[in-house]
């Protein structure tokens, strides 16, 4: 059964630790991180983003396949199913589809604006026994076509949205989405602490996971982040893995055309990329 991020992500806050989001794609993707999640009996959340959503043919498809998933494969660790970056439309479509987790990114709105949405959809969500995620200051790099400028979030205008009863907040800290530029001046630990403090037990969310340097996860989670997604890695991971089958042959070797077996080692690669971050976050065992 899919549960809300809330109970998971309070534990992870008062734990030090931080529970990953590995967005999903397909079926090999959500497998793969189901299995890992339960061999390592961390909790987890699954990702999707609304480009991804439509690529899987909708929110609905997405819901059937992770609870058949859940059932089939015997999963006994907490999931959530989490909208990532929703647009105000997009996080109505979750929450009647059935997502238990709705991410609401109004960052790139007037802050009066980003409040007043926001507000509307705590109060849905808490009706529904969804969490929510809000996000204050634009996160860097490209997310289904949008590019944010990677601001660093004002801890005031972080308040003001935490009050209002979000579940977690995604803060701008100078986090950007895909790969980190050669000359990426790191995290602002500065912000984070001020952002922490001012928003006290509410866990936060590091956005753009992928390359930052794990001395660096270590700190953040340290400072109160609580919940760190992961989408680029995977991708990378899954794309070197297939590529090497393919470059040497395997394909034209007997029935190696077979996507069962094609598939095999992006699938391998995708389950050691999540156990490694599950251990650097240090959620495992805490399902
Ligand atoms: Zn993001």
């Not at 100078?174 to 602002?188: M, R, S, V």
């Not at 403090?197 to 509410?202: A, C, F, I, Y």
């Not at 969310?205 to 340290?222: F, N, Q, Y």
């Not at 391998?268 to 240090?282: D, N, P």
Request: charged share 25%; net charge negative; aromatic share 6%.
């Amino acid at each position: 059964m899919l549960v809300s991020a809330k109970e998971m992500l309070n534990k992870a806050k008062a734990g030090k630790y931080a529970v990953g989001q590995f967005n999903i794609n397909n079926l090999e993707w959500t497998k793969a991180i189901l299995l890992t999640a339960e061999e390592l009996k961390s909790p987890v959340i699954l990702g999707v983003s609304e480009g991804a959503g439509k690529y899987m043919c909708g929110y609905t498809t997405i819901v059937g396949m992770v609870n058949g998933m859940i059932n089939e494969l015997g999963i006994t660790v907490p999931v959530a199913l989490h909208l990532d970056h929703g647009s105000y439309e997009g996080a109505k479509k979750c929450i009647e589809a059935g997502f238990s987790s709705i991410m609401f990114d109004g960052s790139h709105y007037p802050i009066e604006e980003n409040l007043a949405k926001t507000k509307e959809l705590v109060g849905i969500c808490e009706e529904k026994g969804l969490s929510l995620e809000a996000e204050v200051g634009a996160i860097g790099g490209e997310e289904d076509g949008v590019v944010g400028g990677g601001e660093v979030a004002d801890p005031e205008e972080c308040k003001m949205i935490a009050d209002l009863g979000v579940t977690m907040l995604a803060a701008g800290i100078g986090n950007i989405h895909g790969k980190y530029p050669a000359n990426w001046a790191g995290l602002n630990f500065e912000v984070l602490a001020k952002i922490s403090e001012k928003t006290e037990t509410m866990p936060l969310v590091l956005h753009g996971g992928t390359g930052i340097p794990a001395d660096m996860i270590k700190k953040a989670i340290s400072l109160g982040v609580s919940k760190i997604n992961v989408n680029t890695e995977c991708q990378l991971a899954f794309a070197a893995a297939t590529r090497e089958y393919v470059e040497a042959g395997k394909d034209l070797e007997g029935k190696g055309f077979d996507p069962r077996k094609l598939l095999a080692p992006g699938v391998e690669a995708i389950k050691a990329t999540v156990k490694e971050k599950m251990e650097l976050f240090g959620s495992v065992g805490k399902a």
